[in-house]
């Protein structure tokens, strides 16, 4: 059974970091892309970043500059190390997998494995 377990999410001051994980049970991530993707109350889910498994990175205009998304195929483990948080980045956050390549404005739909979300939330 394929199950990507979040963690990492917490409450902070605007300004402040966290560091999302995704650990991946019975699944190897290293051929796959990995995401993540946010959804705050009221607004449709989007995404936030996207790695392939070449390392190449890309990342929504919003958190461009703030958030680093990695992995560690030895642990077959992702990550979102986000920086310099503003409100506007509470939302309940998900990891993604499951498809060999994707970018930011690849459909949720394609991707195949989802965690069960870790909550953020940013006060000012």
């Known amino acids: 059974q394929v199950r990507l377990v979040e963690s990492g999410g917490g409450s902070v001051q605007a300004g402040g970091t966290l560091r999302l994980s995704c650990a991946a049970h019975?699944?190897?991530?290293?051929?796959?892309?990995m995401a993540w993707f946010r959804r705050s109350p009221g607004k449709e889910r989007e995404p936030v970043a996207t790695?392939?498994?070449?390392?190449?990175?890309k990342y929504v205009d919003s958190v461009q500059g703030r958030f680093t998304i990695s992995r560690d195929n030895d642990k077959n483990t992702a990550y979102l190390q986000m920086d310099t948080l503003t409100p506007e980045d509470s939302a309940t956050y998900y990891c993604?997998?499951?498809?060999?390549?994707?970018?930011?404005?690849?459909?949720?739909?394609?991707?195949?494995?989802w965690g069960q979300g870790t909550q953020v939330s940013v006060s000012s």
């Open positions: 993604a997998t499951g498809i060999v390549n994707c970018v930011v404005t690849t459909s949720s739909s394609a991707f195949k494995y």
């Open positions: 019975g699944y190897t991530l290293t051929p796959y892309c």
């Open positions: 790695m392939n498994r070449d390392g190449d990175a």
